[in-house]
């Protein structure tokens, strides 16, 4: 607090996150989580494209779609040197929809898209996912998304598509980014998704059962 007694920065920002967090749409989840186990009951996989912050995401949530859900996930972003050498010859805003053909994306499969705005042609924004996402279409691949915006190609050409709410325009990519991780660890734990137990949650039953 400070002299004036107004709340600090962290009060107000950990405010905003359980505020996003009430504001999630739960349907639009649910969406999500039933096109993910379809992808993997017929065995599809899980391409899942960020840039960024969301890059990391991306490879965070391969691991754990893989672990612990089994579905079968990568990130193109994991490769450096292909996504330096495409950014290098290429440019920026090809290094998704080749990585795709290269991979054989079909219609058993389905992009994961993390993302702060989705991308956006006219503005010139991560248009990289824009190509990825229209090729997608053309092969008939689901889409899904986890994004900020509801304004952006993601969100429009989507699936299903979770928009992460704004509830305070400052703060806008801080909680987009934040809540990936938290709506994608919801999917890998979802009991329609999940296949094993996380490491520390089997421990705790383990001490438990020799009490």
């Not at 989840?29 to 599809?44: F, I, N, P, S, Y």
């Not at 899980?46 to 991306?58: D, E, H, K, Y």
């Not at 691991?63 to 450096?80: L, S």
């Amino acid at each position: 607090m400070d002299k004036k007694g107004n709340k600090t920065f962290s009060d107000q920002y950990l405010k905003e996150v359980g505020e996003v967090a009430g504001k999630i749409d739960i349907e639009m989840v649910e969406m999500c989580v039933v096109l993910l186990d379809k992808t993997r009951e017929r065995g599809g996989r899980l391409f899942v494209l960020g840039v960024g912050g969301s890059a990391a995401n991306a490879s965070h949530a391969v691991n754990d779609f893989r672990k612990i859900a089994g579905i079968e996930a990568y990130a193109p972003t994991d490769n450096v040197s292909e996504l330096t050498a495409r950014t290098n010859d290429d440019g920026f805003h090809t290094i998704f929809e080749p990585w795709l053909k290269t991979s054989h994306l079909s219609a058993k499969d389905t992009i994961l898209v993390l993302s702060v705005g989705g991308g956006h042609e006219e503005r010139q924004i991560s248009v990289n996912l824009v190509h990825a996402l229209k090729y997608a279409q053309g092969i008939k691949a689901n889409i899904i998304g986890i994004v900020g915006r509801s304004d952006g190609y993601t969100a429009k050409v989507a699936d299903a598509c979770v928009i992460i709410p704004t509830v305070n325009s400052d703060h806008v990519t801080a909680h987009s980014e934040s809540f990936q991780e938290v709506i994608w660890h919801l999917f890998v734990f979802h009991p329609s998704l999940k296949l094993e137990r996380g490491k520390w949650e089997s421990e705790n039953s383990a001490s438990g059962a020799k009490r």
